[in-house]
């Protein structure tokens, strides 16, 4: 898997994306700091995340020691 783009880098292709330009036109102006893969792939991310790279989905914390339905019974 690849590096993250730069910060600064990374703002300027989600504003723009923002804005409604096309993924082509973006990467013929940042076409030295990153492939065409990488737009389209941003884009896409974009559309379905409202971001350019895709949430976090490691699930943190300690499993949980009781089932829901345990606790139910506990409560009552």
Known sequence: MGRKI???LQLQISRRLEAGESA????RLYKDEV???TVY???LN???FG???RPSIIVQGRPRSLLPVQEQVRDK
């Open 6 to 8: 730069h910060d600064t």
């Open 41 to 43: 792939r941003m884009e």
């Open 24 to 27: 082509a036109s973006i990467w």
């Open 51 to 53: 971001d350019v790279y």
């Open 46 to 48: 974009y559309e379905l």
């Open 35 to 37: 492939s065409q893969a």
